[in-house]
């Protein structure tokens, strides 16, 4: 694992998603190295040459950066970690996010918090302490054997949902993030069933197959599914006319768990010609 530490220009960085006008990302690279994630194609990231998952940017002046930027902008909510792990095995040591948190709960700053890390177990004293901080965890495999396809260096399903149960008992808002969904690989209602007692979203986000490392997914998919699995994710995504009616037939069938559920479920697929749509509501 390759670590630079790198001085950033800016922290704060304004954006279109719904979930918060600010976004910020204390590192650039994850550890994690996640098969499917879409931050690989940064061309920041592929600059560095190097192979996804084994080098992380520490930016080591963030906090200063913070503190200075946030007296000048009046911001209700920032998401963190909208392109990066904000919790990677190196913040337990350089703590940025921890002391990020801590800025905004005094500056009275609202976090979205979105991760899949057992690491912000160390943190929850801290985030309680403004109530309109959320954490979005990811959960989105119903199988330990095909996550460590897609995410081999990722914590185990079993054990973010022990965390998942913490964050409730601690009374802390939060939504289940099953992201990237990919047809015909998770059993959506399986990890819903397996949640819906801890949470009080749950939300499912398909996979952009425009803006994704699909090429070497489909390699994946191929030597370790069945042969016909690629071949119906393939024909959903060969024509506008075949996307669109795998969504409506998706959405339906989502109503139906839905109706298995406590709770209902937030759906966001995108558009059929579109690498990023910024109209798309994830709250």
């Known amino acids: 694992m390759k670590i630079n530490l790198i001085k950033a220009e800016k922290i704060l960085s304004p954006t279109q998603i719904s979930i918060a006008p600010y976004t910020i990302n204390p590192y650039r690279g994850c550890p994690f190295g996640c098969l499917y994630c879409y931050a690989q194609e940064n061309k920041a990231v592929k600059k560095q040459g190097l192979v996804w998952g084994e080098f992380i940017d520490i930016k080591i ?15 209700e909510r920032v998401l963190l970690g909208s392109t990066v792990e904000c919790y990677p095995p190196q913040e337990e040591k350089f703590l940025l996010t921890q002391n990020i948190i801590k800025i905004l709960n005094k500056n009275n700053v609202a976090a979205t918090i979105l991760t899949k890390s057992p690491l912000i177990k160390r943190d929850l004293d801290i985030i309680s302490q403004f109530n309109k901080n959320k954490i979005y965890l990811t959960i989105n495999f119903n199988s330990e054997k095909t996550k460590k396809i897609f995410e081999p260096n990722s914590s185990a399903l079993e054990e973010r949902l022990e965390i998942l149960k913490e964050i409730q008992e601690r009374d802390i808002n939060n939504r289940v993030h099953i992201a990237p969904f990919l047809p015909y690989i998770q059993d959506i209602k399986t990890i819903c069933c397996s949640v819906e007692k801890y949470t009080q979203e749950i939300s499912i986000e398909l996979y952009n197959f425009k803006m994704g490392n699909w090429p070497k997914i489909k390699k994946v998919i191929e030597n370790n599914f069945d ?10 995504i060969s024509t506008k006319e075949n996307y669109e009616s795998f969504i409506k037939q998706w959405t339906e069938e989502m109503k139906r768990i839905e109706k298995t559920l406590n709770k209902k479920l937030l759906l966001l697929a995108p558009d059929f010609n579109d690498y990023y749509r910024a109209s798309a509501v994830y709250e």
Do not use: A, F
Not at 61 to 75: M, S, V
């Open 227 to 236: 042969k016909k699995t690629i071949s119906k994710i393939e024909r959903i």
């Open 61 to 75: 002046n963030c906090l200063e950066l913070l503190e200075q930027e946030i007296k000048n902008k009046k911001i």
